[in-house]
C-alpha cells in the first residue's frame, strides 16, 4: 500500500525558512504546495513551489501541516491561526516571543487535539544523540556539570529577539534534553555591544533538578564560531561538537605515574581519548522526517510545545536574573496545605 502524499505549506522565507524549504522539496512522501513570507518575499522556495502573499491563500492551498519560520513575534499570530484552522504545525524555536504566548499555543493545538512540535534541531544532531545515548547507558556514571559554548558572529537578520531567545535556547533544551532533568536555577549575566535594543552576550550558571551543575557562554560578538558541548561524570569527559558532528569522550586515567609533583595532585588523572565514528546525517532533514512521521500517526520522537513552552520560561528567567543580578528560582511553588478547620460541636 503506497503512501499517501502529505501537503506541506511554509511561513517564512528567511535564512531558516530557504533551508526548510529546500528539505520539504526533496522530503520523502511530502510535498511543498506553497510558501507565504509576512515579509514579503515572494521570490519563492523553487521555481515549481508558489508563492502566496497572505495565510488565508496558503490555508485555501489544503495543507496537512505547516512549517513556521518567520520571525519569531509573529510564532504567536500564526500559529494560533493553524490551530483555529485544524493545521498540525512545526513552528521555529523558540515556541514564541514569551512564555505566555507559549503557553496560548499549547492550550490551542491541545484543544484543537493536533499534532504540534518545536524546531530545537540540535536535538537530531548525530553528535548529541550520540552523547544522550551513552549518558542513558551509564557510560559516564553520576553527571557533575554541563557546560557549553556557543559563540559567533553576529547575524543581521535576527531583529525581534536577543541572542537568549534566539541562541541560548538551543543550550537550555539540549542540556535538558541529553540529562533527562529540568533547571530549578539560574544567576546570568547580558551585555549588549552592538547597539542593539537586545542583549547579544549572556553567561549563565544553573542548577537542574539532579543537582547537575550547568554554564552556558552564549554570543553574537566572536568572529571565532563554535558549538561545543561538553558533559563531565565520574569517569570522564563526553565533548560534542554540533558544526562538525563529532563526539570525543575523554576517560580519565587508570595508569598510575611515577612522577612525583604530578602523583601529589589528588585530582582525575588524564586518560584515553576516543572519537566515535557515528552516522552523520542532516539534522533538518531528520527533524523533518520525525514530524512527517508524527502528522501521520507513527509513534516518533519530536520536541513538544509543552517542551518549548518550559525552555522558553527558562530563558525568561535568565533574563529576570540579569536585570535583577540575582539568582532566579525555577522550582514550582508548593501549594499551601488548606487550613485545618474544626467543626462547630469540636469548640
Known amino acids: ?150 559563540q559567533g558572529p553576529f547575524p543581521h537578520r535576527i531583529a525581534d529577539v536577543g541572542v537568549v531567545k534566539d541562541l541560548a535556547t538551543h543550550d537550555i533544551d539540549l542540556t535538558s534534553w541529553v540529562t533527562g532533568h529540568p533547571y530549578v536555577s539560574v544567576s546570568a549575566r547580558t551585555v549588549s555591544k552592538s547597539g542593539r535594543p537586545h542583549e547579544d552576550m549572556v553567561s549563565v550558571v544553573g542548577d537542574l533538578s539532579d543537582g547537575t551543575l550547568v554554564s552556558h557562554l552564549v554570543n553574537w560578538l566572536s568572529p571565532h564560531k563554535e558549538r561545543y558541548t561538553a558533559v563531565t561524570g565520574e569517569r570522564g569527559c563526553l565533548v560534542a561538537d554540533t558544526l562538525t558532528a563529532d563526539l570525543t569522550f575523554h576517560a580519565n586515567g587508570a595508569v598510575t605515574t611515577e612522577w612525583e609533583a604530578l602523583r601529589a595532585f589528588r585530582g582525575v588523572a588524564e586518560g584515553d581519548m576516543v572519537r566515535y565514528a557515528i552516522p552523520k546525517r542532516e539534522p533538518l532533514l531528520v527533524e523533518h522526517e520525525r514530524f512527517r512521521d508524527a502528522v501521520e500517526g507513527k509513534a516518533t520522537d519530536i520536541v513538544t510545545l509543552d517542551q518549548g513552552l518550559r525552555t522558553v520560561k527558562v530563558a525568561e528567567a535568565v533574563l529576570d536574573s540579569a536585570r535583577r543580578k540575582a539568582s532566579v528560582s525555577l522550582r514550582r511553588p508548593r501549594t499551601p496545605a488548606a487550613p485545618l478547620v474544626k467543626p462547630r460541636h469540636a469548640e
Open 1 to 150: 500500500m503506497s503512501r499517501r502524499t502529505l501537503r506541506a505549506g511554509l511561513i517564512g522565507l528567511g535564512a531558516m525558512g530557504h533551508n526548510h524549504a529546500r528539505v520539504l522539496s526533496s522530503l520523502d512522501g511530502v510535498e511543498l504546495v506553497g510558501v507565504m513570507d509576512p515579509a514579503g518575499d515572494c521570490t519563492g522556495a523553487s521555481r515549481n513551489t508558489p508563492v502566496v502573499a497572505t495565510l488565508p491563500e496558503l490555508l485555501a492551498l489544503g495543507l496537512d501541516y505547516a512549517v513556521v519560520a518567520c520571525p519569531t513575534a509573529l510564532h504567536e499570530e500564526v500559529g494560533l491561526v493553524l490551530a483555529e484552522n485544524g493545521v498540525p504545525a512545526l513552528i521555529e524555536k523558540p515556541l514564541a516571543h514569551s512564555a505566555t504566548a507559549a503557553q496560548r499555543l499549547v492550550d490551542a493545538f491541545d484543544r484543537a487535539g493536533l499534532v504540534a512540535g518545536v524546531g530545537h534541531i540540535e536535538r537530531f544532531n548525530p553528535a548529541l544523540q550520540s552523547l544522550r545515548s551513552r549518558l542513558e547507558a551509564g557510560e559516564l556514571g553520576e553527571v557533575f556539570q554541563v557546560v557549553t559554548r556557543r
